[in-house]
T-cell receptor, first 117, second 112 residues
Framework: AQKVTQAQTEISVVEKEDVTLDCVYE???????LFWYKQPPSGELVFLIR??????QNEISGRYSWNFQKSTSSFNFTITASQVVDSAVYFC??????????????FGTGTRLKVLA | AAGVIQSPRHLIKEKRETATLKCYPI?????VYWYQQGPGQDPQFLIS???????DKGSIPDRFSAQQFSDYHSELNMSSLELGDSALYFC???????????FGPGTRLTVT
């Protein structure tokens, strides 16, 4: 069965600190896709990154970086030098090739990040 | 770049009323998804359409139905509304099934 666990319910940091958001997933498929989304207080869901199961290369985009480790079934997200604008709920999501139908997401419960000035 | 459009953005209904939510996917995207996000919860998959055909159903109540039209827009119809239906309803679309989904701004439904 598919499952995504974000054990950190809420994290508070002071501006300019680095912060890592954890995501652990469960799947029986060898092919799957992992995603991170940001949900700011305004409510929209903003796509951040997609990672395929066959590509373990880590990625950096500005202050954001992602560490994908299949051996530990983790896909962690690090924000370097956090800013107040990073305050949001961050969701990790998993999708698998369907036997029928579409690639629906299974979301984790989200981590609320508060960056204090 | 064009984004997913949802209307209305806010909707207030009374119990037992009906509601219709609309979604206009990004042009050329072939798959549309609907999700429901309760207060403080993660989004839950409701239903999806691939090339205008219903493709998958999640935890969607029988009181809800949805369809996708020839112009690819989709509507989520909700009847006999209950207080527990109060939530943020997202529509998302993707270019291909395995691609990332792009979400609309959501419709916030309040049932009183």
């Amino acid at each position: 069965a598919q499952k995504v666990t974000q054990a950190q319910t809420e994290i508070s940091v002071v501006e300019k600190e680095d912060v890592t958001l954890d995501c652990v997933y469960e799947t029986r498929d060898t092919t799957y896709y992992l995603f991170w989304y940001k949900q700011p207080p305004s409510g929209e869901l903003v796509f951040l990154i997609r990672r395929n199961s066959f590509d373990e290369q880590n990625e950096i985009s500005g202050r954001y970086s992602w560490n994908f480790q299949k051996s530990t079934s983790s896909f962690n997200f690090t924000i370097t030098a956090s800013q107040v604008v990073d305050s949001a709920v961050y969701f990790c999501a998993l999708s698998e090739p369907p036997t029928s139908g579409t690639y629906k997401y299974i979301f984790g419960t989200g981590t609320r990040l508060k960056v204090l000035a | 770049a064009a984004g997913v459009i949802q209307s209305p953005r806010h909707l207030i209904k009374e119990k037992r009323e009906t509601a219709t939510l609309k979604c206009y996917p990004i042009p050329r995207h072939d798959t549309v998804y609907w999700y429901q996000q309760g207060p403080g919860q993660d989004p839950q998959f409701l239903i999806s359409f691939y090339e205008k055909m219903q493709s998958d159903k999640g935890s969607i109540p029988d009181r809800f139905s949805a369809q996708q039209f020839s112009d690819y827009h989709s509507e989520l119809n909700m009847s006999s509304l209950e207080l527990g239906d109060s939530a943020l309803y997202f529509c998302a679309s993707s270019l291909r099934g395995w691609d990332e989904q792009y979400f609309g701004p959501g419709t916030r439904l309040t049932v009183t």
